[in-house]
């Protein structure tokens, strides 16, 4: 088909890519009622529907929740090297980020957010989590 | 009455833009959270939610329905997704009134989401695999096309001037001039506006048709119990209908949508509607093009065929007239995030039922409202009848207040678009192949041959082109093949001056339907070549002009278009 797609971040994610960006911290925002507190930012609670503030830093450090070696990419052709990917719970993070696993960290292991030193406001500026 | 009575208690939106900052989630929430403020409720009191937004194309998220889920308050909730094009929106007030009706739930939030402005380079593309990927799709069809040919058809049939049509894109701007909400209100617009803005594919031209939006609208549905304990005027769900045509489109009767009116019957019936132009007293028809409200007053039996333009003309559809329609502005004046619109109708009526609906609201004290809308392949018909059964107790206009809180969402430039931080642009790098299948790899064989071929059902007596392995309407196999002649007339056709991305056309398209001698119900797409573009007439006798033997590949295009026939 010959269409693209540009999506742009919204309200919450705005605020999200540009502390990351500008701070290097992660942004994210807390329901005080639900105690939750998701990451990236949101502008409302799901749970209960309250407006939030972006206006909670985490991280940089946090736990690893799951991991996964690719080893097949979208195509199914060999990725070679073997790509490890995470979820990470970043401290004071109730939520999960998906990104690269940099070297080897078991479940329940500490890691620590690598930044790019040019960042540009994109989930690329952060380059992976590696073992702390 | 059908199952448990069913009432709105509450109803928001957004704003509709061009382009928002928000994300189709926000978009949900913000349209979610003013309904559920109007109705005094938090979302624990919603016991489960019914969602739509129309192709996932638009947003480019496949499988939108659950994506938006958390904007919809649908976490942890009893949640579907619905989905008939452009019908869609007022189809989720049908399933929202099922979930209630049917004693599953007494708090039901309904909201519809559309973000258009992601699909790149025009949300166009969405529709281009609407069409028959075999026979439709080789003569690069764009939404348009199939509006001008049934519009033409519209406007042939009853002798229909263009500046009765036009009218009704006057008073849907200059409705929308009055509502806190609109995108292309304009109070001072007049028809001599439209009948001088661009012509896309004749006759529709620029002013005819609604923009592209983002935005969202969300409704609160109660059961009778739940309704009475929240608010003093609830609004009753009265009758719900909806109806699909064949979605073989050029064998269908394009004058008059036939779906709509099955569906405006079912409605009517179940809301003890006997006389639908005494007993309805504001209508909401679905308006994308101008045409279109027109030809859907009709089909809810609202008008005689052929005779709402004249009316629409003579004000008899003005805010003040003796029928009030698309008081809110709708598609045309308000905007069309498709299935966001939809809703919109239904929490305009709301609003007006309610006489809350600000400068908007219609004269006198309506007791009784249609709204109305349409989709898929030009063939879903979706109606809901609402009332307020009980007279109004206040005084007509003694509340005016505007549609919930407008909570957003905040508008975008172009350029802030294209300049936006985090902004991921991603090419649909998707390719698909189309077997045509036993039947039509017959039909295209043939074609190869110079020949064309039908299916016949026995059963109904119809030669059928596009042939087909089973009839539809008997749904048992087709008795084998015949012949038809290459020859026909045109039953309709338009003058394509853009792409379906809007890029102007040096050499206009001359799209048509062609009517074979010999087939029953119509015949197929097809263009029209050799021929001045201001020489071309409905009815006109037209034959197929074959590429050369060597040519022909076994395809729509080994016919290279049709001419016309110079006839004894």
Known sequence: MPVSFRYTPGVGNTAFFEALRDRGVFLGSRCADCAVTYLPARIFCERCFASLTPDIECGPEGVVVSWTVAHVGIDGERLDPAVTYCLVQLDGADTVLLHRLLGQADIGARVRAMLSEDRTGAIGDLQGFAPA | ?568
């Open chain 2, 1 to 568: 009455m059908t199952g448990r009575r069913v009432a709105v208690v509450g109803a928001g939106m957004t704003r509709f833009v061009r382009r928002a900052q928000e994300t189709g989630k926000e978009l949900a929430f913000q349209a979610s959270k003013a309904a559920l403020d109007a109705a005094e409720l938090r979302l624990a009191d919603v016991d489960a939610v019914c969602l739509t937004s129309a192709p996932d194309a638009f947003d480019g998220v496949h499988r939108k329905g659950d994506y938006l889920a958390d904007g919809a308050g649908a976490w942890g909730k009893p949640f579907i997704r619905t989905y008939v094009g452009g019908g869609s929106g007022v189809f989720t007030a049908i399933q929202g009134w099922y979930t209630v009706a049917s004693g599953q739930a007494d708090v039901v939030l309904c909201v519809a989401e559309e973000k258009m402005s992601s699909c790149q380079p025009h949300p166009q593309g969405a529709f281009l695999t609407i069409f028959d990927n075999i026979i439709e799709r080789p003569l690069g069809p764009n939404l348009l096309w199939i509006f001008a040919l049934e519009m033409q058809r519209y406007m042939d049939r009853y002798g229909l001037d263009k500046r009765d049509i036009a009218s009704v894109a006057v008073k849907n701007k200059r409705n929308a001039a009055g509502h806190p909400a609109a995108l292309l209100g304009q109070a001072d617009i007049t028809v001599e506006d439209v009948l001088a803005s661009e012509v896309l594919a004749w006759p529709v031209q620029r002013l005819d048709v609604s923009p592209i939006s983002d935005g969202a609208v969300a409704l609160v549905l109660a059961s009778e119990d739940a309704a009475r304990r929240l608010t003093d005027r609830p609004v009753w769900v009265q009758g719900v209908g909806w109806n699909l045509d064949s979605t073989y489109w050029t064998n269908r009767d394009l004058v008059y949508p036939e779906y709509v009116e099955n569906a405006a019957r079912m409605a009517y019936a179940m809301a003890g509607v006997t006389e639908p132009r005494k007993q309805i007293h504001v209508a909401e028809p679905y308006d994308p093009f101008d045409y279109k409200e027109l030809h859907h007053l009709e089909g809810l039996l609202l008008f005689d065929k052929g005779k709402a333009p004249e009316a629409a003309a003579a004000g008899v559809t003005a805010r003040d007239g003796d029928l009030p329609c698309c008081p809110s502005g709708g598609l045309l004046g308000v905007g069309n995030p498709i299935a966001a619109a939809g809703l919109m109708k239904i929490a305009e009526l709301f609003w007006q039922l309610r006489g809350e609906a600000g400068e908007r609201q219609v004269p006198g004290t309506p007791e009784r409202g249609v709204a109305q809308a349409w989709g898929d392949l030009m063939q879903v018909g979706t109606v809901v009848v609402m009332g307020t059964e009980d007279a109004r107790t206040d005084a007509a206009g003694a509340t005016a207040d505007q549609p919930a809180t407008m909570l957003g969402p905040t508008p975008l430039s172009d350029a802030a678009f294209r300049a936006a931080a985090g902004a991921v642009e991603t090419d649909l790098d998707v390719r698909y192949a189309w077997d045509p299948g036993e039947v039509m790899g017959a039909f295209l064989d043939a074609l190869r041959e110079g020949r064309i071929l039908a299916t016949i059902c026995t059963a109904c007596g119809r030669t059928l082109v596009p042939p087909r392995a089973f009839c539809e309407r008997c749904f048992r196999p087709t008795d084998g093949w015949t012949e038809v002649a290459a020859t026909g007339t045109v039953e309709t056709f338009s003058i394509c001056h853009v792409t379906w991305d809007m890029r102007p056309l040096e050499v206009p398209e001359l799209p048509a339907v062609i009517r074979l001698e010999g087939s029953s119900d119509g015949g197929f797409l097809h263009k029209l070549g050799d021929v001045e573009p201001s020489a071309i007439r409905i009815g006109m006798p037209v034959e197929a002009v074959w590429r050369p033997i060597a040519e022909r590949t076994g395809s729509i295009l080994d016919i290279a278009h049709f001419r016309p026939r110079e006839t004894a």
